[in-house]
C-alpha cells in the first residue's frame, strides 16, 4: 500500500510545472520581484517561442530574467524595461504584441476571416434559397397530388 501511494505522489509530482527561476534570481525585495515576475511572464522565451521567460529553463530565458531583473533594480519603470527589451530584440520578444500600423495585420486579420465567412455562408444561403430542390412531378404525380388536394 506504502508503495503504491509513493508511486501515486511520485506520478503527480512529475506532471505538476516546473519552476524555471532559481532561487539565485531572485530579488530580496518582493515588490521588485512581484515586477519582475509579471514582466517576465509577458516576455516570450526566443529558445522556447511558446512560453515565457518566467517558465522557460533555456539560458536565454535566464540571461532574460537577470536582464529585467537588474533593469528593475536600476529603477528603470515597466515600461521602460518593456522597450529596452523591445529594441534589443524586437517585437517577437512579447508574448501580446503591442497594437500598432506594423501589427495591424495580425490583429485585423481574425476580425477579416470572420467577415469573409460571414458573407460566403450569406451569399451561399442566398443562392440555395431560390433553386427548387429534387426532381419535377411527372405529370401522373401531379395529378394524383390535385386529386388528393381536391378532396
Do not use: H
Not at 518566467?54 to 530574467?65: G, V
Amino acid at each position: 500500500m506504502i508503495r503504491r501511494l509513493v508511486f501515486v505522489l511520485l506520478l503527480l509530482l512529475s506532471a505538476s510545472p516546473a519552476f524555471a527561476v532559481n532561487p539565485d534570481e531572485v530579488l530580496a525585495d518582493p515588490a521588485l520581484e512581484a515586477r519582475a515576475r509579471a514582466l517576465s511572464a509577458q516576455l516570450r522565451c526566443m529558445v522556447c517561442q511558446n512560453q515565457s521567460i518566467d517558465d522557460s529553463n533555456a539560458e536565454l530565458a535566464k540571461d532574460l530574467r537577470l536582464l529585467v531583473r537588474e533593469r528593475i533594480t536600476a529603477g528603470d519603470s515597466d515600461e521602460a524595461v518593456i522597450t529596452y527589451l523591445v529594441s534589443r530584440y524586437g517585437e517577437f520578444v512579447l508574448l501580446k504584441p503591442r497594437f500598432e500600423t506594423k501589427t495591424l495585420l495580425l490583429w485585423g486579420a481574425p476580425i477579416v476571416l470572420l467577415l469573409a465567412g460571414a458573407v460566403v455562408m450569406i451569399v451561399s444561403a442566398r443562392r440555395r434559397s431560390g433553386k427548387a430542390t429534387g426532381t419535377p412531378l411527372s405529370a401522373e404525380e401531379q395529378a394524383r397530388l390535385d386529386a388528393v388536394l381536391k378532396d
